[in-house]
């Protein structure tokens, strides 16, 4: 088992950034591809960013690219989503997943899930 603890989600006006943070343990391994999934109020989870476990590999989803950007530190079982110049249609629940398939973290169908950190972007 591997369990996943977001934290850094919060208030911050548009235009703003936030980072979050993904902290993994249990049945750890950095051959993990690590990623956010985002649901926003009213609508279906959403995938945003995967990481490879190596970290030379990045996905992204459109409407984040260039914005978002996903790292992993193997060393400390972490994962981060720096998010710059946020906009309101960010407001959601993010969740930090972990596959060991990439695709199966973009199409939701992750081994594991975190809680959700809450991001709420004001305009």
């Known amino acids: 088992q591997v369990q996943l603890v977001e934290s850094g989600g919060g208030l911050v006006q548009a235009g703003g950034s936030l980072r979050l943070s993904c902290a993994a343990s249990g049945r750890t391994s950095s051959m993990y591809y690590m990623g956010w999934l985002r649901r926003a109020p009213g609508k279906e989870r959403e995938f945003v960013a995967a990481?490879?476990?190596?970290?030379?590999?990045?996905y992204y989803q459109g409407s984040v690219k260039g914005r978002f950007t996903i790292s992993r530190d193997n060393a400390n079982n972490m994962v981060y989503l720096q998010m710059n110049s946020l906009k309101p249609e960010d407001t959601a629940v993010y969740y930090c997943?972990?596959?060991?398939?990439?695709?199966?973290?973009?199409?939701?169908?992750?081994?594991?899930w975190g809680q959700g950190t809450q991001v709420t972007v004001s305009s």
């Open positions: 990481i490879s476990w190596s970290g030379s590999s990045t």
């Open positions: 997943a972990a596959d060991l398939s990439w695709s199966r973290i973009r199409d939701g169908y992750t081994a594991y």
